[in-house]
């Protein structure tokens, strides 16, 4: 069964940067896209950024400039920088594969920013 397990949440200032991981495992990584997504209370999910198998990325309006994705084949671990962090990204951020008709999903790890 494939396992999304996402790390690198936590609590930081407004201002501030975190690097979130995603490490996948039992999938054929290479070829998934890959993404994050993030829902904050009362909200609905809503993508951040995307990274195909071969490399191409796309951003949600408020995640360019500011946030940033990346991933290791060789890892089988997608990334997600994150900058200039402001109150309002305060939310659970969700990892993502999907190939086709199959989707999988992390369990989620929580971003808080707060002074």
């Known amino acids: 069964q494939v396992q999304l397990v996402e790390s690198g949440g936590g609590l930081v200032q407004p201002g501030g940067s975190l690097r979130l991981s995603c490490a996948a495992s039992r999938m054929m990584f290479s070829i998934y896209t890959m993404a994050w997504y993030r829902q904050a209370p009362g909200n609905q999910r809503e993508l951040v950024a995307a990274i195909t198998g071969g490399g191409s990325t796309n951003y949600a309006d408020f995640a360019k400039g500011r946030f940033f994705i990346s991933k290791d084949d060789a890892k089988n671990t997608v990334y997600l920088q994150m900058n200039s962090l402001k109150p309002e990204d305060t939310a659970v951020y969700y990892c993502?594969?999907?190939?086709?008709?199959?989707?999988?999903w992390g369990q989620g790890t929580q971003v808080t920013v707060s002074s």
């Open positions: 993502n594969g999907r190939y086709m008709t199959a989707t999988f």
